[in-house]
């Protein structure tokens, strides 16, 4: 099962392929989380990479590709979340052939609610101070890590995301829509109702 989950910031992406991984057993592939753990490094690379998510840009496709292409070689099994983000990028992985595209719907409002209440641990398992709260308060369930919040998930770094995904994350979208692999779901309503939704595009 190849699987592709796309959405606008905060719709819930992380949250839901964590799940999907878990009970199918696929690996789950962020680039924001993999660039988060070289930025964490703070290696030269890392740091190049940091201006990008500190402005709320996209890195480069031709980077981004090849970070996927590299995580993704001679597998079979995956969910690849918040990728592709362009239609160079899209383009680019044809040859994976994916079987389908999972598209959240949220709309706006809704996540800026998310983000305001949103933590996540070193490692990027994610909570919500409302809505997803960890078993221990500012623990981690998974790794025990210490909660915090994103250094991207300030008023005016949100605004430019969306501004980002608008133009050049949106047509990727209709891509798929053409190409007839998306399943688009209902985003809105708690973190069990939206998989259950996506549990049943998945049957
Ligand atoms: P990335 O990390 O992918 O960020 P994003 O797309 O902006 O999305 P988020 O991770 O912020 O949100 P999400 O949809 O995963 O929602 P979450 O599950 O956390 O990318 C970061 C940066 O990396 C980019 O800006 C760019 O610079 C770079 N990058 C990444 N991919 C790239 C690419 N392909 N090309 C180029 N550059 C790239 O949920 C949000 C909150 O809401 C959480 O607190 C969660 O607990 C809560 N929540 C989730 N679902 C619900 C629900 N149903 N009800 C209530 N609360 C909920
Ligand atoms: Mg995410």
């Given at each position: 099962?190849?699987?592709?989950?796309?959405?606008?910031?905060?719709?819930?992406?992380?949250?839901?392929?964590?799940?999907?991984?878990?009970?199918?057993?696929?690996l789950?592939?962020?680039?924001?989380?993999?660039?988060?753990?070289?930025?964490?490094?703070?290696?030269?690379?890392?740091?190049?990479?940091?201006?990008?998510?500190?402005?709320?840009?996209?890195?480069?496709?031709?980077?981004?590709?090849?970070?996927?292409?590299?995580?993704?070689?001679?597998?079979?099994?995956?969910?690849?979340?918040?990728?592709?983000?362009?239609?160079?990028?899209?383009?680019?992985?044809?040859?994976?052939?994916?079987?389908?595209?999972?598209?959240?719907?949220?709309?706006?409002?809704?996540?800026?609610?998310?983000?305001?209440?949103?933590?996540?641990?070193p490692?990027?398992h994610?909570?919500?101070?409302?809505?997803?709260?960890?078993?221990?308060?500012?623990?981690?369930?998974?790794?025990?890590?210490?909660?915090?919040?994103?250094?991207?998930?300030?008023?005016?770094?949100?605004?430019?995301?969306?501004?980002?995904?608008?133009?050049?994350?949106?047509?990727?979208?209709?891509?798929?829509?053409?190409?007839?692999?998306?399943?688009?779901v209902?985003?809105?309503?708690?973190?069990?109702?939206?998989?259950?939704?996506?549990?049943?595009?998945?049957?």
């Open positions: 099962m190849k699987l592709i989950i796309l959405g606008p910031p905060g719709s819930g992406k992380g949250t839901i392929s964590e799940k999907v991984a878990r009970e199918y057993g696929l789950h592939i962020s680039p924001g989380e993999l660039f988060r753990e070289e930025v964490k490094k703070n290696t030269p690379l890392g740091r190049e990479i940091k201006q990008y998510i500190e402005q709320g840009r996209l890195l480069p496709d031709e980077f981004t590709v090849q970070v996927v292409k590299l995580e993704v070689h001679g597998k079979k099994k995956y969910i690849l979340d918040g990728f592709p983000r362009s239609v160079a990028q899209a383009k680019a992985i044809e040859e994976l052939k994916v079987g389908k595209v999972i598209f959240l719907e949220v709309s706006l409002a809704e996540v800026l609610k998310r983000f305001a209440g949103r933590r996540a641990c490692e990027g994610t909570y919500h101070l409302q809505f997803s709260l960890p078993h221990h308060k500012g623990k981690c369930d998974i790794d025990g890590l210490p909660l915090g919040r994103r250094k991207d998930d300030q008023p005016r770094v949100i605004k430019e995301r969306f501004k980002v995904y608008q133009k050049i994350s949106l047509p990727v979208v209709r891509f798929y829509q053409r190409k007839k692999l998306l399943k688009k209902n985003a809105s309503g708690t973190p069990e109702e939206v998989y259950e939704r996506v549990r049943r595009t998945l049957r």
